[in-house]
């Protein structure tokens, strides 16, 4: 039984980690922080709780934090991960970092996209916390950086194709949908219920993502060159879910058959990876409150396309639920501990 | 770990069965019954299921159902419940009926409103499986009446004031609310999403609605006196919850303390109701997927009337859950076994 | 052709006024007037208007406003709203005021459940602008008093009833559902997508919700005693929309002829007033961007209730639609002219 | 005033048809037909339309059809539009088919796709009604194949592109989302409520929904060759709406500036089609109901690709508004006639 805090628990991603670790076989929530919230039950908050995660939350100097717990999710923006990261990891503490501060392994690339980075050493330390492809490096880290979840959705396709060479790496377009949550919870005219519902809308079109240069740092690393690929995310009007469509042109030589064995060589004993069958494709509500990422694809033949398809919850294999996965591979738990929930549907 | 088989598999309720189920410590299912979907994976038609149920739906005749396990969740429509559950009864198991056949006592009531009863020497020996009223006599018996979703939310919201007589029983309106997945997953023009979707509508006004005799007949046995109550549904479009607004004029001398008190001594040690505070309201998005029952009420001084508000999942405290915690009780399992299910929010 | 200016055009009833008034084909809108947008075409806050109501928004004290045009609809909050209407009828203008400031007829009720009034004098002079009731007066004034969205559906459902005696005035019961569009652009974390969609909760349960009086007022105007009624207003996860079911006992002699007599005596001659046939009910997704009010009724023989079901757009008959209604009266237009509008389904 | 009737009125696409023309100054609807609802006012299975258009539905052989009207819209699935055409050409009338059946020049195309055609002599007099692309050739014609929902979306987008050589023809890959009323109001498992919302999915991925050689026929023509498209349905939970994000590559030489002339020149005179500003995004909620379609595009300069994103309602500009539009041209009333209705948000 470990001892871990929440910093940063009055978001979606913060509540959502309540939770998965409510359940959690080896944990205990012990602190969870909030500025706004601060002496309010967390289930005052996320009514969903009551009950179940009642603790309060807390405003507390990251030195105190450091007393009440031995691992720390950091749910926090960018640049606030920045300062609190390194005092937790000086204290002694293991850490999976659910902004983006550490995902990007150019500190020149962050600061491109984000602003200037005052932890460049630990940059370099992190490890990018996606298990499917980095497990044995999360095992023996202590700080995990927890992977974006548009990045999360369209790597785990990818991936094993990229590895094999059966695609074109400059030919890859990503468009994907997101539901509103990823938004996160801050009150945004843009996010109001009227402004979102019965409705559909792309954003940040054309290489202004934050994500793409995430997602293009592994993409060219599994391609094993520079990669540069159009991105375009779209919001839904539905709660969670990531579903991502990523076109790419078939290399000759590869068909339905071979591509198959490329996905269950790579994912067959995956716990969290669910390859569908032919002519069934993944949906979010199929995946809806798991850490599942369902994966398939379809060949086009007479554009030699292919039509990779993969749908994630957005907060919880994107984000929370991956972040679990992650502590219990540092942590040396069952890899899929606290993490058997069904997905819900309908 | 005893054996468990759920029949009529395909629909909503029977989904969410294997949803519960199979996170359960004590239970194996070991059959799932489809006419429409024989031979064909369970999570082949609920593909959330993928990877947790993905036993094979059979179709087989009630006798060879019997050898199949101990005890069997009927998750079928009204009148084939009646012809199948005397078999099963007739053969040792245990079964919890999640049809309408065996839970109003009268049969003459039950024929005004459904049709002729075949089974009524078995109508005597069910137990309406209400645990919150009726515990004790669930532990001891071999057949469960499933509660309807409606009379589940209404009934709990009621049961401490009219066992006190804090309320005067013919004032008692129940205006109710249900997601859509409580009319089923038969295709009908009336459930299609374009039908729902952005609306909102009352249906079967003024006593027409089935589960009137149900709530009137356990309101009447609180009450200690025949009661005649107004209950009108109306199909919300969300997929899951019912939200239930019930009005009644309140017995001189009773307040807002006094009727707290009253909810206290009543639940405050039930596993799956929790009371809400002053002003906080419940919503049906907090109870998502769980079996909790959220209650909550205010006094309108000026009218003398309490308004009693309470929310369920209604495919899980309305049916499948409230299933599974009375076949937890019947079999001896700890209450809460498989239902620590967290609501899902957002 | 009259010049209209629109006062807080940046609001959800502000931009509805200008989709209703740029077909209208008795009227130019002349200035629109939000202080956030100044200077920005209305159709880029509103993207559905670009093409159709390109107008630049304005920020321009008071004075100014009134060279701009003949007639005012104010669509801003209490309070500003008291603050404005003297000065513009002071110039001569016509204004009809959306906001709540001179809805009630007794100033010590608005300054119970407001606050200070600043123009009691006024509230004397105003109209309350429900047509169904008030048209004469309308036609003459210069000052109406626009219902609120939940008042309109309740008391149009009511008055001929309250008229004929038919129902017992302090049995009335209101159970309201609203969807969200009535709370508002904004940006409040309550009023999220996330913390709406999927869900359904009461708000301001028990005399709380500031409806209450004015629905008191007319009520009591209606049955010539004070009544006090029990509303409880819900938001549902729908844009537009509300409907109202309300109960009351029916008074001995009354039944279904009767009252539907009652009813197309009222209501048979009015454009915007809808009488559904027996067993069928109102829904919110009928009306969605009309100016109908869609009501049938059922009566409870056992409990000899009778509950009477209405719907309205709440943004349309419950505020802009019945806003131009109103000045299409005050300035001897054709009633219906610029509200043909069929509504939208699915 | 001329007479027009609708052949198949009870679909989404015939009952918007309806609320189309019942405000149409030129026409008036004379007979509607339906074979499931005979007898019955169509504003009882569309209850939106009481009060403005409570025509009786028929269930006529088509030759006493012709007897009923001058023009018809053919609201009716494929195959049977192909019975039906014939026999109203032949009596002199003109038609609006709004079916598959004589979109498709070549017939052998056609038969690949759908089912043998029994009338290919009509397929070559047969315009296909794109007013932007064929507005001529509509005007002088007596039968017109009213185009499916996406390639309206997708050849809008690319029209102009194509026309001038901006992109590679062979590169396009269109990732289309459509909201659910596309699929039509038959009852059916996939389009339950439960099953559509909250959720998002892909469907007949990869070269196998039949609007893919529609798009190409098109495509091809505007491109001056043979080109085979990457086309790619998804299935929103909204109720209206189609969103095409469409990826090509850059012809070189052409950049942000000389590609909005393109549009500009192309479109710029167009009544329903907007052309928004830099970093402006089409959304389906901001032509919801309209006619219009929104067009914007994005170049990401670093992969050479054109990003272009159009939304239209997949029933009015994607089905019964383009029918109208195209009666219009064909009956040499004003295009815009009955097509003045604003987009309605939210």
Known sequence: MIKVGIIGASGYT????????????????????SR?????????IFQNLRGKVDILCENLPVEELCRKADLFFTAVPHK????????????????????????????????Q???????SRLVKEAVYGLPELYRKDIAGCR????????????ILGLAPLLKAGAIQPQSIIADSKSGTSGAGRTAQTGNLFCEVHDGFRPYKVGRTHRHTPEIEQEVSALAGQAVNITFTPHLLPIARGILSTVYATLT????????????????????????L????????????????????????????????????DNIVKGAS??????????????????????????
């Not at 996209?113 to 932890?119: A, D, L, N, R, V």
């Not at 007479?302 to 749908?311: D, G, L, V």
């Open 14 to 33: 913060g509540a959502e980690l309540a939770r998965i670790l409510c359940n959690h076989p080896e944990v205990e929530i012990t602190v969870a922080t």
């Open 36 to 44: 706004q919230y601060a002496d309010r039950p967390l289930s005052d």
């Open 80 to 111: 606030t991960a920045m300062d609190l990261v390194p005092v937790l990891l000086a204290a002694g503490k293991k850490v999976v970092d659910l902004s983006a501060d550490f995902r990007l392994r150019d500190v020149a690339v962050y600061e």
């Open 113 to 119: 996209w984000y602003q200037p980075h005052s932890s």
């Open 143 to 154: 700080l995990v950086a927890n992977p974006g979840c548009y990045p999360t959705s369209i």
């Open 252 to 275: 000759p030589g590869f068909n339905r058959q071979t591509i198959s064995e490329l996905y269950r060589e790579e994912y067959g004993a995956e716990p969290f990876i669910r390859l």
């Open 277 to 312: 069958g032919e002519d069934i494709f993944p949906a979010t509500q199929f995946v809806r409150g798991s850490n599942f990422c369902d994966i398939s694809f379809k060949i086009d033949p007479a554009t030699e396309r292919i039509i990779i398809m993969s749908a994630i």
């Open 321 to 346: 639920g991956q972040a679990v996965q992650n502590m219990n591979i540092m942590c040396g738990f069952a890899e899929t501990a606290g993490l058997g929930i069904v997905p819900l549907f309908p």
